[in-house]
């Protein structure tokens, strides 16, 4: 029992010292957010007003677009976490579909309240459901809302974990539809951007702008996936200190 | 200019809500797991 203890005493300890890397990535990333937002709004120039519907409004991809590359982040680190637990029953990769999922939810929903917002300035209307990018979006997202509710609603058991790993595995398969939708199947969804600058007429301002974006949500995500690995851990590690409490009192 | 505010208040508050979310529930498994962990050494001592 006091190896045990000990052993515990060390896992915590590490606990505590991803923690505060995950706490000083999140503050470096939501600084980098902070900053992106504000060149974005006062540094990065207006767009030709021949060219788009509402030029204003293009300010919103800013953060749009990073928050879409770390929602597909967010999934890449769902399948790793599915088949983890599928291959070996790995609580590593159990931690893995949780974090996936939380971060997936998040970076989608700010995705999918951002995309009509912009769509009904530029488009005149806030959703087509014509285009297939949009669509497999929205079923993304709602992937993700269905395992977090599934997570908090569901027995904690092996049954519910292969369930949610499953449906994590099909969740994952939408991600190179969804990004390669607009290469394939066009409607009404912008082309990738960053690639198509020439064609696309960006300012390098707009680019430098977009690309500090990313490294920000990047750091941010890195922070946010540390922060949420470590709570998970801790959790289970107080049903275990739990448990042992509840048979010492039976003993 | 609307759209703008609407959408990056979205984002704040989504960001905010789940940096507030995941900070809170550290914070209590912490205070539990010390406690669990108290709770224990202090049955060993015995």
């Known amino acids: ?68 590359w ?12 599915s088949v ?13 579909i949780c974090t996936g999922s939380d971060l997936g939810l998040l970076f989608g929903l700010g995705v999918v309240i951002s995309g009509p917002i912009w769509g009904s300035a530029e488009w005149g209307v806030p959703w087509d459901w014509g285009d297939l990018r949009l669509n497999t979006y929205g079923l993304l997202t709602a992937v993700a809302l269905f395992l977090v509710l599934a997570r908090n609603s569901q027995p904690e058991g ?3 974990r292969d369930t949610i790993a499953s449906v994590g595995l099909f969740g994952f398969a939408l991600v190179p539809i969804t990004a ?20 696309a007429g960006l300012a390098p301002e707009i680019l430098t702008v977009l690309m500090l ?31 042992l ?3 010492e009192a039976v003993h | 200019m609307t759209e703008l505010a609407v959408a990056y208040l979205a984002f704040i508050g989504l960001i905010g809500a789940y940096v507030y ?4 529930r550290l914070a209590d498994v912490d205070s539990r797991l010390a406690a669990a962990e108290n709770t224990l050494s202090f049955d060993e001592n015995e």
């Open chain 1, 1 to 68: 029992m006091k190896t045990s203890i000990d052993d515990e005493g060390q896992s915590r300890r590490t606990m505590t010292s991803v923690r505060a890397t995950g706490a000083a990535l999140t503050a470096l990333g939501l600084t980098g957010a902070a900053t992106t937002l504000l060149l974005g709004l006062l540094w990065a120039p207006a767009v030709d007003p021949e060219a788009w519907n509402a030029p204003e409004a293009y300010r919103i991809l800013f953060w749009h677009v990073p928050f879409a």
């Open chain 1, 70 to 81: 770390s929602s597909f982040l967010a999934f890449c680190v769902l399948f790793v976490g």
């Open chain 1, 84 to 96: 983890a637990w599928y291959s070996r029953r790995s609580e590593f990769g159990w931690r893995l």
């Open chain 1, 158 to 160: 092996h049954d519910t």
């Open chain 1, 180 to 199: 390669l939708a607009t290469t394939w199947y066009q409607e009404r969804h912008p082309g990738i951007i960053i690639v198509e600058s020439e064609e």
């Open chain 1, 213 to 243: 974006g990313f490294a920000s949500f990047f750091v941010l995500f890195a922070g946010f996936a540390l922060l949420s690995d470590t709570l998970h851990q801790m959790e289970s590690r107080l049903s275990h200190l739990q448990r």
């Open chain 1, 245 to 247: 409490i509840d048979k």
């Open chain 2, 21 to 24: 979310r995941l900070l809170s």
